[in-house]
């Protein structure tokens, strides 16, 4: 359902004379139907960076992002939106900040959806709503999604990810 494959990305600091920093390097990787995959590596590895390529917020320079039977890399923005309509759902960490909006409602508005990237679905929750959120993957999980989360919360991880891709693998190594 969801496959990375030679997949590259790197900033251009065009108010720094143009300076190229090189963030991911060779990604490759697959998440088949009712698999949930964890990104981990420590802060600033490219976690985030990874999901917003896959979910089309950022442009890969190299490689391809197969949802389904859509590459992500060089889709039309109409493609990106009518993939995000059907089948890509997102769960970001930011969205929570939406006032009277429980986050366990906003994994419920996706959780049709035929793959999906989680971004912290779990961070500031309390026991009860923790709960929720996991059984919506857990079930998400068993109707055949396709999901990439971010976890930091080791148990939540332990209990909803089938495995683990540490992203650090991906590193740029220095010159």
């Not at 300076?19 to 390097?25: K, R």
């Not at 442009?59 to 889709?75: F, M, Q, R």
């Not at 959806?113 to 059984?135: F, H, Q």
Request: net charge neutral; charged share 20%; with cysteine.
């Amino acid at each position: 359902m969801i496959k990375i494959s030679n997949l590259s990305k790197h900033f251009i600091l065009h108010n720094q004379n143009s300076a190229v920093i090189p963030v991911m390097d060779q990604a490759e990787f697959s998440v088949a139907e009712g698999e949930c995959v964890a990104l981990v590596g420590q802060s600033g590895a490219g976690k985030s960076t990874l999901m917003r390529m896959i979910y089309g917020n950022y442009l890969a320079h190299n490689g391809a992002i197969w949802i389904g039977e859509t590459n992500v890399v060089g889709a039309t923005a109409r493609e990106i939106i009518d993939l995000r309509r059907k089948t890509l759902g997102y769960v970001s960490q930011f969205l929570r900040v939406v006032p009277r909006v429980p986050t366990r409602d906003v994994v419920a508005e996706v959780y049709d959806y035929p793959a999906l990237l989680l971004d912290e679905p779990t961070a500031s929750l309390d026991v009860k709503n923790r709960s929720i959120v996991l059984g919506l993957v857990e079930s998400a999980k068993a109707r055949g999604a396709a999901i990439i989360g971010i976890f930091h919360d080791e148990a939540a991880r332990d209990q909803v990810c089938d495995r683990v891709i540490d992203v650090t693998q991906y590193t740029p190594k220095a010159a």
